[in-house]
């Protein structure tokens, strides 16, 4: 079992940043990437972007790319997200999934999820 906790989130103007973590722990040797998806309420889960652990791979929604930056460091078993030049339709919870398969595409099944945290972006 695989255990996904996340952080960072809150409050934050327009063209301001924020730096989402998520903490992976248990049987982690049995993911091979990771991701961040965010649902607004009312609308559509989003996938925003992955990263597999070997730092082979690395996808971006069109909505946040340019903007959006996901990382890892393998030794704390941590992904991130970095976002920057935020807007107000970034608003929406934020997600970290675990993954088994090596590359996942957008019909892929996550293995895990986290429990989500906020980020609130205001004009």
């Known amino acids: 079992q695989v255990q996904l906790v996340e952080s960072g989130g809150g409050l934050v103007q327009a063209g301001g940043s924020l730096r989402l973590s998520c903490a992976a722990s248990?049987?982690?040797?049995?993911?091979?990437?990771m991701g961040w998806f965010r649902q607004a309420p009312g609308k559509e889960r989003e996938r925003v972007a992955q990263?597999?652990?070997?730092?082979?791979?690395?996808y971006y929604a069109d909505s946040v790319k340019g903007r959006f930056t996901i990382s890892k460091d393998n030794a704390k078993t941590t992904v991130y997200l970095q976002m920057n030049s935020l807007k107000p339709e970034d608003t929406a919870v934020y997600y970290c999934?675990?993954?088994?398969?090596?590359?996942?595409?957008?019909?892929?099944?996550?293995?895990?999820w986290g429990q989500g945290t906020q980020v609130t972006v205001s004009t």
């Open positions: 248990g049987r982690t040797f049995s993911t091979n990437a």
């Open positions: 999934a675990a993954y088994s398969i090596l590359v996942p595409g957008a019909n892929s099944p996550v293995n895990y």
């Open positions: 990263i597999m652990w070997n730092g082979a791979y690395t």
